[in-house]
Structures are given as C-alpha cells and as structure tokens.
C-alpha cells in the first residue's frame, strides 16, 4: 500500500464506543498516512457512550491498535483529552504506551507558525450552552444522526458516496450556528490571549480553516458526521482533508497566512 506523507497529522473527535463511529473510514485514513506527528485532539474513545451502553465493534479496536502501533514504529503521538474521554485528564503529563498525555500543546510549523491545540469544551461557556449537541437536544442529535445513518446506507444502495445529513441539516439551524460562531470567536481570542498565530481543536463536529482577527482558526472535525482530519504538508501548509468515499482536500491554509485572503478553497 502507498503511504501518504505528512509531517503531522490532527484528528479528533473519533467517539470510539459510539454506534455512530466511521471506524472504517479512520481506518483507511490511518492505514494510507504515514506522519513524524500525530495529534489526537479528544474525544477519542467516548466514555459517556460506553457507559450509557456498551458498544465496540471489532474496527474501533483495530483503530486504537494502529494507533498503538504507529507510536511502538517511531511516530510522536500526542493525546490531549477531551470532555467524552476526560477520565484520561488525570494522566496529564505521563506517557501511557507511547502515547503522550498532555492537556494543551503549542505546535510549531515547518514555516516557524506557533498553533495551540487543545479539544474545544472549555469555551462551552461562551457559546452560552452546556455542549453543542444541548442545542437540539440529546435525543434529537441522536435521530438526526440515524437519519444520516439510513440515509447514507440508500446512497450506497445506489452507488452513492457517503455525505453528511447530520452536517448539512446543522448548518441549518439558526441557534447551532450561531453558536458555532460563538465557539470560533472564544477559540480566537484565546489564541490571541496566549501569544500564538493559531489555534487547532475539535469538539463541535464542525471542520472549518480559516482566519479571523489575524489569527489562524483550524477545526479539525470529526469521524461521526463528517469524516476529516488536519495534515501539514511539507510546505507548512495545513489543510483541511475529507476522507470518505471521495477523497479531497476541503481547505489550505498557506503558512504565511495573516488575513482572510490567505485561506483559498481548494
């Protein structure tokens, strides 16, 4: 299998333990990268799922397992927790096979661009709800994601890519974006507060690079809804991939990047 290089690699958001998991689909990303980085930016394994109700099917151990194996082979991983595996907070500052515990992390490009990283739920307060998905409600965010679900599953039946319902359908809703752009203002302004020129975290399911007040805005989003990740290439460049049934690059960010008119879509 070819292996595409990328000095690092940002995922997040995986919820291992949740029936709506890609596994599949994080797998594939994973077994076609190869990365001197990788960032795992929270909510990895979903603890709050797990104890709710036991799932694990064979492929979210599969992922953990590559993961493990990438560490044992020589690649840095760095695990910052997040709210749905917060258990995993009291080992900050230790190394669990291989895998690095931290609670933030500052990232420097090859281009000399200093990112902080951290999983997104401290700025819950500033969107003025507990959590995104309290927008629509629990049970709500659970039936949009079973629409998603079936109706990705008749996409296929008709030679159909796979393409976010959940995504498309949040993207409509005039509270949840709105509190989206909340959560973008306080990720900037806590950027700006640390002295750095960006700032990558997950936790809202909503990927997006862009720049705002100068500052570099990366979301890396998630593998429920919409199946992406962050790479930086080695150019210093960080882009937005989608990895599903197509491929692509959603967005780049160049490394010198300043103002909005240094984010093109690809």
């Known amino acids: ?70 560490a044992e082979n020589g690649t840095r991983v760095i695990y910052i927790p997040g709210n749905h595996d917060e258990t995993f907070r009291n080992y900050v500052g230790k190394t669990l096979f291989h895998v690095e515990v931290h609670k933030t992390y500052i990232h420097t490009t090859s281009a000399g661009k200093r990112f902080l990283l951290l999983h997104g739920d401290d700025f819950d307060s500033a969107t003025r709800y507990n959590k995104l998905i309290s927008i629509i409600g629990d049970a709500a965010y659970d039936f949009l994601l079973f629409l998603n679900r079936w109706t990705n599953r008749v996409r296929r039946l008709y030679g159909g890519h796979y393409w976010s319902l959940a995504s498309w359908l949040k993207n409509r809703v005039h509270k949840a974006r709105e509190a989206i752009h909340a959560f973008e203002q306080a990720a900037v302004h806590e950027a700006k507060k640390r002295g750095v020129d960006g700032i990558i975290c997950g936790h809202i399911h909503q990927p997006r690079i862009s720049v705002m007040d100068g500052i570099v805005y990366c979301n890396d989003g998630d593998w429920i809804e919409n199946c992406t990740a962050l790479v930086e290439n080695e150019q210093g460049r960080i882009e937005l991939l989608h990895w599903s049934d197509i491929k692509k690059v959603l967005t780049v960010v160049e490394p010198e990047a300043v103002s909005s008119e240094d984010v093109k879509a690809a």
């Open 1 to 70: 299998m070819t292996h595409t290089y990328y000095p690092t690699i940002w995922i997040s958001d995986v919820h291992l333990g949740y029936k709506d998991c890609k596994a599949e689909f994080l797998l594939d990303f994973l077994n076609s990268t190869r990365c001197d980085t990788l960032y795992l930016v929270g909510d990895i394994v979903d603890l709050w799922s797990l104890k709710r109700q036991f799932f694990w099917h064979p492929s979210h151990y599969q992922v953990l397992e590559c993961i493990q194996r990438k």
